[in-house]
């Protein structure tokens, strides 16, 4: 059983920075591609980036240049560093994980889903 955990939500103003960090109790999920989504109210959940196992990584476009996703030195979380945020970015941020080790831009592709962590940008 995989569990994920995401930390680093908050109250921030437009401009600012934040940085996410997922980690995984039970499997070590190295070698998983791991995935940030996020979800603001009355909309789908948005895909936002991934990394690969071999730390391939892809954007969605409005989020390139002020977002960076990486892996943790131990290689057991994965982080979302987001730059220059603006009133638009305010959504729950999810962590994801997909075993099979694709490179999925949408969230059916994932399998492992953690709880979120809300981030609201003041203008």
């Known amino acids: 059983q995989v569990q994920l955990l995401e930390s680093g939500g908050g109250l921030v103003q437009a401009g600012g920075s934040l940085i996410f960090s997922c980690s995984s109790s039970?499997?070590?999920?190295?070698?998983?591609?791991m995935g940030w989504f996020r979800q603001s109210l009355g909309n789908d959940r948005e895909f936002v980036a991934r990394i690969s196992s071999d730390t391939n990584v892809y954007y969605t476009d409005s989020m390139k240049g002020r977002f960076t996703i990486s892996r943790g030195n131990a290689k057991n979380t994965v982080d979302l560093q987001m730059n220059s945020l603006k009133p638009e970015d305010t959504a729950a941020y999810y962590c994801a994980a997909d075993p099979t080790r694709g490179f999925s831009t949408v969230a059916g592709g994932y399998v492992y889903w953690g709880q979120g962590t809300q981030v609201t940008v003041s203008s």
């Open positions: 039970g499997r070590i999920f190295s070698s998983y591609t």
